[in-house]
């Protein structure tokens, strides 16, 4: 069983930045394919970033503006948005897939565990 606690979400204004942080129990955490997802009231989960076996890879609505890494050593993957506007507010999740693999990156099915979630809200 592998946890994840994110942590970093806020009130802020638009424009500002914020930096989310996601850091899993797992042993082999460098193995790890590693994602955020974000949902909005009354919408479904979508993918924000991930962080993979074979590169990084961004929603076209973040590209630019947010940027994902990681420290393995800290077991930790980051978030870090830029330029945030209201329409990024959302619950902020991170999600891992442990198990090594071909799976689509962009989706919720994808991941193995998921983190509870960070409430980032952006006034206008």
């Known amino acids: 069983q592998v946890q994840l606690v994110e942590s970093g979400g806020g009130l802020v204004q638009a424009g500002d930045s914020l930096r989310l942080s996601c850091t899993t129990s797992g042993r082999t955490f460098s193995r790890y394919a590693l994602g955020w997802f974000r949902q909005a009231p009354g919408k479904e989960r979508d993918f924000v970033a991930s962080?993979?076996?074979?590169?990084?890879y961004y929603a076209d609505s973040v590209k630019g503006r947010f940027t994902i890494s990681r420290d393995n050593a800290k077991n930790t993957v980051y978030l870090q948005m830029s330029s945030l506007k209201p329409e990024d507010t959302a619950i902020y999740y991170c999600?891992?897939?442990?198990?090594?693999?071909?799976?689509?990156?962009?989706?919720?099915?994808?991941?193995?565990?998921w983190g509870q979630g960070t409430q980032v809200t952006v006034s206008s």
């Open positions: 999600a891992a897939k442990t198990t090594w693999g071909a799976y689509n990156y962009a989706s919720t099915d994808g991941y193995d565990y």
């Open positions: 962080t993979t076996w074979t590169g990084t």
